[in-house]
């Protein structure tokens, strides 16, 4: 029997009462304190007793996921906040020190704040990103927050408060509207954050609306979550997740498919009772959940892991999904694994398992111009290069076109990468940068 569990929220004004961190040393307790300054700490009550093991920290991979470490921070940047804290610092001035180290960690990556967002009626719309043609983002203001965090997070801006929430849906739902005209849209994606913090309630109000006949062309229906690895309770014990439950069966008998994009990053998300209880609910009334992770290095950079992690996945009826490299910002120089390395793990990995667990695509950069895929590693006109692939691009034509970029060891992200055997320029460049001027123009005209 799984006894329900009520959410407890640990973070850095009552991280002392964790009983499991006395183990660690007055220092040590500092030091996750310190870096929890400047990045978002946030750990709850089935982190903590169900998936850490606690006799194998540090370097427990989920130990390492949701608590902040010393070295995920700069020394520079560790002592100048560590000095600050021992001066006695107020509040407002420890907020300040933590603003200029942040500003440090490329707190919005990508750009991708403006580039994706749609226009309706000349004007933006707030709160979905429309950058591929068949699938439209939302983010629901209540699905702006997560069950944990997870310290390589690349929304943790927007954790600190910092940054600008224009990105989330507002009151009047004007994303409806541009849903019901843009008939090309086939999937709508509801990501975070985690939309699965939000109550049943305010979960139905996005969802409902949606099998209404004028959304008759969205056939997909999908939320990205990492609810079932970091608070599985939501579909099983939780007080609303007998409606939960009933509102994904409405949706799976309207003639949609609801999918799951589970988050996971580890085996271990896998395996306690409460997890296997809610994959099997969800998958009772026909909900698919698909995996995806990025490759973080402390937490899952080894091939034995992936491989692990996908045939328990198959085993359990999930597909994987996405194998994703690890995004540049935060405490990306902790985190980040070179490009070939994370090729190597993904080839080491795939050549382990069954074709059920062959649909994990990757590795992939989610960039500007796109979903780019590292396909390979190899030899051409006596130059190394990496083999690249777009596996969703601004442009749809620019899709399973393979290019190539010159190979370097240290290359950890997209933007490292440059043009191989004599190019200067990749192929999709131009036209990128023409898509981006047109929506800076658009953008520009609005501000007026
Ligand atoms: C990944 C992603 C999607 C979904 O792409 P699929 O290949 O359909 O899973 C949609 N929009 C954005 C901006 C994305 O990054
Ligand atoms: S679950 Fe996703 S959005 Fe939430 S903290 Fe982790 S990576 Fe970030």
Redesign the pocket.
């Known amino acids: 029997m799984i006894v329900p569990k009520k959410w407890k929220i640990y973070s850095i004004n009552n991280i002392d009462r964790i009983p499991q961190l006395n183990v660690l040393s007055e220092e040590e307790r500092f030091n996750i304190k310190t870096v929890a300054k400047v990045l978002p700490f946030r750990a709850n009550n089935y982190v903590v007793e169900e998936l850490i093991d606690w006799s194998k920290i540090p370097n427990d991979p989920i130990f390492q996921l949701t608590f902040m470490q010393k070295d995920m921070l700069k020394k520079a940047q560790f002592n100048k906040m560590a000095k600050a804290i021992k001066d006695g610092l107020g509040a407002r001035k420890l907020n300040e020190v933590a603003n200029e180290i942040r500003e440090e960690l490329n707190p919005h990556p990508a750009g991708?704040m403006t580039a994706?967002v749609p226009f309706l009626d000349d004007k933006p719309v707030s709160g979905i990103?429309h950058?591929?043609k068949?699938?439209v983002?939302v983010f629901p203001t209540g699905g702006q927050t997560c069950h944990a965090y997870c310290t390589f997070c690349f929304r943790w801006a927007q954790f600190v408060g910092n940054s600008d929430l224009k990105f989330v849906t507002d009151e009047s739902n004007r994303f409806q509207e541009y849903l019901k005209q843009h008939k090309e849209v086939s999937?709508v994606?509801f990501t975070g954050g985690d939309p699965m913090v939000m109550s049943y309630s305010k979960l139905k109000a996005y969802l409902e609306p949606l099998l209404q006949p004028e959304f008759d062309h969205i056939k997909n229906i999908r939320i990205g979550t990492k609810s079932l690895a970091y608070w599985p309770y939501k579909y099983i014990t939780d007080k609303d997740s007998d409606s939960i439950i009933e509102l994904f069966e409405k949706i799976m008998t309207s003639g949609k498919q609801l999918a799951l994009m589970g988050h996971f990053s580890h085996t271990v998300e896998l395996k306690t009772p409460a997890v296997r209880k809610a994959i099997s609910r969800l998958q009772s009334i026909g909900v698919k959940i698909r995996t995806q992770s990025p490759v973080i290095k402390h937490v899952n950079d080894s091939a034995e892991v992936w491989s692990n992690m996908w045939k328990e996945q198959v085993n359990l009826g999930l597909i994987p999904?996405?194998m994703f490299v690890e995004r540049n910002t935060g405490a990306k120089s902790y985190f980040e694994v070179p490009l070939y390395k994370v090729f190597n793990i993904y080839q080491e990995a795939f050549k382990k398992v069954s074709g059920l667990s062959r649909t994990a695509r990757g590795p992939v950069m989610?960039a500007t111009p796109g979903?780019v895929m590292i396909d390979g590693i190899i030899e051409v006109m006596a130059e190394k290069v990496f083999v690249l692939n777009f596996?969703?691009g601004r442009n749809p034509d620019w899709v399973r076109k393979p290019f190539f970029a010159r190979y370097d060891e240290k290359a950890t992200w997209f933007d490292d990468l440059k043009p191989a055997l004599g190019e200067t320029k990749f192929f999709f460049e131009d036209e990128l940068n023409e898509i981006l001027n047109k929506k800076e123009n658009m953008f520009a005209k609005v501000a007026v």
């Open positions: 991708q994706n990103q950058k591929y068949e699938t983002l999937d994606l999904y996405y989610s979903k596996l969703q």
